[in-house]
């Protein structure tokens, strides 16, 4: 006789924390500064404030190598009362929305609680106060990985007289220092490339950084949008359906989704054969299907708007290159808007030649999704193989050369890999566009290079 049963969600991720990169001492240091990382320049940037960053790994028990993870931004703090269901409860999140971030899964925070219980049975330590709060809460929680739900051992609150605001996450875990410290610090070093505007400052038992803040520009923050016809699915148009009591069909696609206006709704329901009359929550389960169907063929739609996404432009991508890998040279590109299923993406690249960089038979390759360097599983990221496929030899590049290459995706979905966000999954238009951007990057390479050879050519022929 088999005996079923269901496996709570937060007991699953435990046992399979290797598909959120956790998957021993050494992944599971690194992608704990990751994750905290990301959640503090999503909670600063996002919202106009310049990143300040503290981060400290300290041993704790050498002979069981446990270590702690410190982590203190200045960002916009977590209210008092969601602190203990945003560290513990799995798929909790603010960021379920149409907006660019870097956290996507309402995952990241819980992982880190949930294998540092696990590996030390230690709580996490949480000190947060929102933006003018006259309070500052303080938290120690662990995971009922059987609930999905928080268990709070300490619960305290300060009066907030300097007006602090941040969030400030201490964990003891088991985790392997000398094994994950390049990564740690190759890591930190490709988030000051691409937000050269963030102080971070990271202190480990060996390894001390000072990233320095080399702007004070931001990206523009991204808006919050509506999703695209073309990216939504039957269940998500049946929870739109809930909210959207008598309405028209008309009415529910001009007020639900993104590049609709009434015109293009009139003209795809026609098309459709739908009556842009008929009351939106009438549809029968039939008749749903085929709308979504008729959704993704249709070709009249516009493209899904940008405003949701954040670039980080060409200029603050010189800067950070120039500051971080000590290039001679760096040349970089954003490209227009295009989409994919109905999301939205920008690929932007860069190129970096010379200076400190070593001359190497391929470029070194710096990959970014939504502004977060992937270090693991290049072979599996479609950006490899593009760098892999380009022709340098018709943009003056010799190797070995003094190249570096950096490409940038950002959407309000990445298609990623997997869980654990190291490699971005080959799409088709990404591919192209990321073609593209390495193109206008290395043409304003060619043309360097080539001013360069000139000038050595005049040099050459003035001293001999
Ligand atoms: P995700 O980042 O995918 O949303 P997390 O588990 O990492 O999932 O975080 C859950 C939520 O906790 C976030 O959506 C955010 O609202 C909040 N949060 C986490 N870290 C911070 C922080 N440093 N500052 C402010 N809010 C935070
Ligand atoms: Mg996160």
Redesign the pocket.
Known sequence: MYSYEALPVAEWFRRNRELAGFHNSTRALYQTIR??V???L??TETYGILPTIYLRVAVEDEQKSWVSVY?E?N????PGN?IPN??GRVF????YRIKQ??????????MVVLYAQSTTNKPVLVR?ATLKSDKIYEYQIMIDTNANSPIILDRREYPNKYRWH??A?KVVLEGNWLGAKKRIEDYLRRTAIIAPYAEIVFKGPDMDLWLKRRTTKLPPAPKEGLPHPKSVDVDTIKQMLLDSRGMTLLEFLTENFDAVGEGTAKAFLEWAGFNPNAKATALTPEELVRLVEKMKQYEGWRRPRADWLSPVGAELLEIGAKAILGAEAVFAVTRKPESYGGHPFIVEAAVAWGGQIPPSDKPLLLRYANKIPLLYDEGADVARKVVDEFHWDNYKVKFPAPLAVIIHVCSTKIPYASAGKEAIAEVAEIEKEMRLALRDAAKKLRLYLSRKEKEMELFNKYIT
């Open positions: 994750e905290l990301e959640n503090s999503d909670a982590a931004d960002g916009i703090g977590i969601e945003v560290f909790y999140s603010s960021k971030h870097r956290g996507v899964f309402g995952l990241g925070l819980k947060s941040g969030t996450v």
